[in-house]
């Protein structure tokens, strides 16, 4: 093989595992009940921005590829993407592959959270300012923004999550899960707005996701 025919594989092969790659990245896991039946991803919206409602009763658990889900409360939210990441080799992969940094409120606005050096990695999101200090309270920061493990519930929101950006405005909808890894791993939503730190970021089973603008 001459090495312009060795060129020419080698591209072929490298399209291919990148095709392959994207591929395995926008594809969802099937949620199933207890029957092995497919399950409906339906939510209504609660109030407010973001907005979280109990769940009527009924609505049980389902299973999630090696995994059971519990549903906590539905969920929606309205708000700029602050930053994203994705996961292919953590323990949460293979259900969650991106996690989102959003804000809200005040922390939707770029003159707000661009001065602020905004970071993620190892499922956390972090942020910094400079010696003129945080752009608003830091309460506020914390009670506007948050870090979310997305978990898409189909193909379609896998493939939206995969167009999601850095100043993009989303609208997600969904379920804040528990879920226990038939390998008892588990993973638990925050079920508040209020916190910071370990525990705090919302583990969201994603209904749809939409794109302001696109």
């Known amino acids: 093989m001459n090495n312009r025919h060795l060129f020419a594989a080698l591209a072929v092969c490298t399209i291919a595992f990148f095709w392959f790659a994207r591929k ?14 497919p399950v409906a991803c339906r939510v209504e919206r ?12 009924g609505f049980g ?8 889900v519990t549903p906590l409360a539905a969920f929606h939210v309205q708000a700029r993407v602050l930053g994203r990441e994705d996961y292919r ?8 592959p991106t996690d989102l940094a959003l804000g809200w409120g005040r922390m939707a606005d770029p003159a707000v959270y661009r001065p602020l050096r905004v970071s993620q990695g190892g499922r ?3 942020y910094q300012w400079g010696p003129e200090g945080p752009p608003i309270p830091l309460p506020e920061i914390v009670r506007s923004s948050a870090n979310m ?7 379609e929101v896998a493939r939206s999550l995969a ?6 405005e989303v609208i997600v909808t ?28 919302e583990l969201v089973y994603v209904c749809s996701l939409e794109i302001r603008g696109r």
Request: charged share 25%; aromatic share 6%; with cysteine.
């Open 24 to 37: 395995d990245h926008a594809a969802a896991l099937v949620a199933t009940d207890e029957g092995g039946g």
């Open 149 to 155: 493990h997305m978990i898409p519930s189909n193909d």
């Open 174 to 201: 969904g379920l804040l899960v528990q879920l226990n890894g038939d390998d008892g791993y588990r993973w638990r939503s925050s079920l508040t707005r209020e916190d910071s730190g370990d525990g705090a970021c």
């Open 124 to 126: 956390w999101y972090r």
């Open 46 to 57: 609660g109030p407010g921005n973001p907005g979280q409602i109990d769940l009527p009763a």
């Open 163 to 168: 167009r999601v950006a850095e100043d993009d």
């Open 61 to 68: 658990a389902f299973r999630l590829g090696p995994a059971e």
């Open 89 to 96: 080799h953590d323990a949460g992969a293979r259900w969650s």
